[in-house]
């Protein structure tokens, strides 16, 4: 079972939510069965029962034994997808959305920053990594994102880039390369992405990769899942 979460005040939802960013478009490009969670009553009994967890924007804190439980999730081999924003302030709700992944994605050797991501050229990512979720994608747009920080860089095997792009302020003077998703592996997996718009439904059509990029993920993380059917 792949469940999207909709019980932390995220932003994002696969239930057509009004004044919500509606991932419909995801849902189908990703080709699995998607749940929505929509009860924190059942947000331990149901997670154990999942493959796959997907919290995308939330603006509501996990109290301790959902973030242990999350945790433990990951440690016994669930797949976790965290989705945050350029902002770390509240929409509509109490709590900015990086804030609360990071209680959860810290512990895995990532952090989501408090800054705006913004590309030179349409702001699209053309720079990626080596790996199965970059296979055959070219070209990304990553509309307004955060960075990713890898917090334990000489220990590569628990936390990688797969997407770069040269990052400027509005003054143009400083410049870095930010990693905007990345990525820890042992016995599970979770993957982060700092910009919710980029598998938002689009408001126009645009060629890019991103929904492919989306499918890559999904079979990434499913992949080795220990799991059961």
């Not at 939330?58 to 945050?84: C, Q, R």
């Not at 509240?90 to 408090?114: A, H, K, T, W």
């Not at 913004?118 to 955060?146: M, S, T």
Request: aromatic share 12%; with cysteine; proline share 3%.
């Amino acid at each position: 079972m792949i469940l999207f979460d909709e019980s932390h005040s995220e932003f994002c939802t696969i239930s057509e939510v009004r004044k919500k960013r509606s991932y419909l478009a995801w849902k189908e490009s990703v080709n699995h069965e998607v749940v929505p969670l929509l009860s924190r009553k059942e947000f331990i009994t149901r997670l154990s029962q999942a493959k796959v967890m997907v919290v995308a924007e939330p603006h509501s804190y996990f109290v301790l034994d959902e973030t242990l439980a999350l945790i433990d999730f990951v440690m016994k081999g669930g797949s976790l997808l965290l989705i945050g924003n350029h902002h770390n302030t509240s929409r509509y709700y109490s709590y900015g959305c990086n804030e609360i992944l990071n209680v959860i994605s810290s512990p895995f050797g990532m952090r989501f920053n408090d800054d705006g991501v913004v590309f030179y050229g349409e702001n699209v990512i053309q720079k990626f990594g080596d790996h199965p979720v970059c296979a055959d994608v070219e070209l990304l747009h990553y509309w307004r994102g955060c960075s990713i920080t890898l917090l334990r860089q000489k220990r590569k095997y628990v936390a990688e880039g797969v997407a770069f792009g040269s990052r400027h302020d509005v003054s143009e003077v400083y410049r870095r390369e930010p990693i905007v998703a990345a990525l820890y592996e042992k016995n599970g997996k979770v993957f982060c992405l700092g910009d919710s718009s980029a598998w938002s439904d689009p408001d126009t059509e645009v060629e890019d990769d991103n929904f492919a990029f989306a499918q890559n993920v999904m079979e990434w993380v499913l992949k080795n899942n220990l799991k059961p059917e």
